[in-house]
């Protein structure tokens, strides 16, 4: 008896093993977005405007070479981005780009660019 439960433990842990292995391909291009964010509430400062423009830049590029759709939220951090630098023009483009890539995200890009409405007039 103690043998077949030592089977039994040794496949558990085999099959559990193997399927922690198995590599899980994204649907997305992640790029460097996720570090991007973690360091921008982690460590407040280290990613400026700037910085992150160019590196959300970059990865929608590697995302284009590599064939794969930019990830959700990508060109509305970017918007963002170019807001905060005063760009207006640019920041509405990548919010209308986020929109007609992720129609589901129409809300929330509404929202932001309501906003950009109100900075534009003061």
Request: proline content about 4%.
């Amino acid at each position: 008896m103690k043998k077949i439960y030592t089977i039994l433990a040794t496949t558990v842990l085999t099959l559990s093993l193997v399927g922690c292995a198995s590599t899980k391909k994204s649907t997305f291009y992640w790029g460097s977005y996720e570090g991007l964010i973690y360091d921008m509430y982690v460590e407040p400062g280290s990613a400026d405007p700037t910085t992150q423009i160019d590196k959300l830049t970059a990865t929608i590029q590697e995302a284009e070479a590599n064939g794969k759709p930019v990830a959700p939220g990508i060109h509305a951090h970017l918007g963002y981005m170019y807001a905060l630098q005063g760009n207006l023009a640019q920041s509405r483009a990548e919010f209308l780009t986020e929109k007609t890539m992720y129609p589901e995200s129409d809300t929330l890009i509404d929202g932001m660019m309501n906003r950009l409405k109100g900075a534009q007039k003061q």
